[in-house]
């Protein structure tokens, strides 16, 4: 078995998340996803600057940054200390998840309620970051 499907964590010493793939490398990852969200972001930010321009842009920086907090909050919550077994991370990825949903949520809020952003660009934004995050998954874990 391959991939976070193969999830096996064996102590503190050694962290092996299958034969191929280490606790670590697993880690190095989910913290690079929100880089390339950010990135991506920044992309669709600027191809909404020259067509419709600078609130348009805005906005769609500001769906990229929602997705991308939700990405960093998960990450945070799953990695920040050791883990101890596999129902913490068990219990960690279902918590991170929990954040994030809410963090994305919150950042919806502040981007059409507070802010007034122009939902569409705001929308894609968001939806052109959490794509890369599912291909980054995909590609990384194969």
């Known amino acids: 078995m391959t991939g976070v499907r193969g999830l096996i964590v064996t102590g503190l010493s050694e962290q092996k998340m299958t034969a191929e793939l280490s606790f670590k490398d697993v880690k190095k990852t989910v913290f690079k996803i929100p880089v390339h969200q950010l990135l991506v972001g920044v992309v669709v930010a600027l191809i909404y600057y020259f067509v419709s321009g600078k609130s348009a842009a805005g906005a769609a ?69 959490f794509l890369t995050f599912w291909v980054a998954l995909l590609t990384a874990f194969k």
């Open 61 to 129: 920086m500001f769906g990229a940054f929602i997705s991308t907090m939700g990405s960093l909050v998960f990450a945070l919550k799953v990695f920040i200390t050791p883990l101890r077994d596999e129902r913490e991370i068990k219990s960690r990825m279902m918590k991170g998840e929990v954040y994030k949903m809410v963090t994305v949520g919150v950042l919806f809020y502040v981007g059409i309620v507070v802010l007034k952003l122009l939902v569409l660009p705001l929308l894609l934004g968001f939806i052109a970051t």
